[in-house]
């Protein structure tokens, strides 16, 4: 009944009869899906991440690149912008792990990560520049290309499902079990065999694998990437505040948190105009969150339950 529920109310934005509600329902999952691949390092990890756009970043390079260099499909690109992010996750994670940082440390390691792979988009020719890539338009399957938002939709909500799956997975799994005992206490996880540097790594190839593919959807929607839309802090600090208002180290704590900052967002914009208002509500949402409910949105139905 509850999934059956969940169905209903993901798919009914596609009964939308305007095309800027079902675009505002497909930003609201693509943002779902990115805040829970931060989440499967971040949450059930507890890697912090403040530069997981880096992967996000990649993930659109790598699949503009083997388009309008090599003549690729783009749906060739979806693959291989996830090995990109997955080598990227290996990459960062066994040079930060090994070298034992953690905590705020590592949080801006991957930020430096992120700033690093800017500074090189906007040097390198084959990524444009300072002056992007932009495909070439040719709506269709083939091309990975939509004009009608509802098949927008349904891509993102694919990648949403994709996400929850790898979360649902990791939960129930010896893998998220460990990854788990390493969150509580990396002394206790290594005393009892578990290798710390390879679980932390993987998970963060893992985040970074879905991040990559959040990335090529965003390019396949808007046609267009460049380093400052790629490698935008502003899009690490929103995958990190969907996973921690709705419930970091929850399934279903990023869908929640996203609806809620998307609701904010526009709910904000359409009563106050002047720039910079959205982000001083999103930290007033999460000081309040923080405040109120350390747990996340997610945990709310658990403090019910026990006044109940």
């Known amino acids: ?23 505002l329902a497909m930003l609201t999952l693509v ?3 990115l805040g829970q691949a931060w989440n499967l390092a971040g949450g059930f990890g507890g890697l912090t991440s403040f530069g997981h756009v880096a992967f996000f970043g990649l993930g659109a390079y790598a699949a503009a690149i083997v388009q309008l260099r090599l003549g690729w499909s783009p749906w060739l690109g979806l693959p291989l912008a996830a090995l990109v992010g997955l080598g990227a996750g290996l990459l960062v994670g066994f040079a930060s792990f090994r070298a034992g940082l ?14 690093a792979f800017r500074v090189l988009a906007n040097s390198l020719d084959i990524t444009g520049a300072g002056l992007g890539l932009q495909l070439r338009m040719a709506p269709g399957l083939e091309a990975f290309q939509f004009v009608d ?8 909500l694919v990648f949403l499902v ?21 969150r509580e206490s990396e002394a206790a996880a290594s005393a009892l065999g578990i290798d710390v540097v390879r679980t932390k790594s993987l998970a963060l190839a893992l985040s970074g694998a879905l991040t990559a593919l959040g990335g090529v959807l965003y390019l396949q929607t808007y046609l267009y990437i460049d380093p400052s839309i790629a490698f935008s802090p502003q899009r690490s600090v929103e995958m ?11 399934v279903w704590g990023p869908l929640l948190g996203a609806l809620v900052l998307h609701v904010v967002a ?8 002047r720039p910079g208002v959205a982000p ?9 969150i923080v405040w109120l409910l350390p747990g996340g949105i997610a945990s709310l139905r658990g403090r019910i339950a026990r006044h109940a």
């Open 1 to 23: 009944m509850r999934w059956g529920l969940v169905c209903i109310a993901l798919l009914m934005p596609l009964a939308l009869p305007s095309q800027y509600l079902v675009t």
């Open 31 to 33: 943002s779902a899906g």
């Open 102 to 115: 953690r905590g705020s440390y590592f949080a801006l390691v991957t930020l430096a990560f992120a700033e």
């Open 149 to 156: 938002r509802r098949l927008s939709y349904l891509a993102a």
């Open 162 to 182: 994709l996400a929850t799956a790898a979360a649902l997975h990791l939960r129930a799994s010896r893998f998220g079990a460990r990854l788990a005992a390493v």
């Open 240 to 250: 990190l505040l969907v996973a921690m208002i709705g419930g970091a180290g929850t």
């Open 266 to 273: 526009e709910g904000t914009q359409l009563l106050v105009s």
């Open 280 to 288: 001083m509500m999103y930290g007033v949402l999460l000081l309040l």
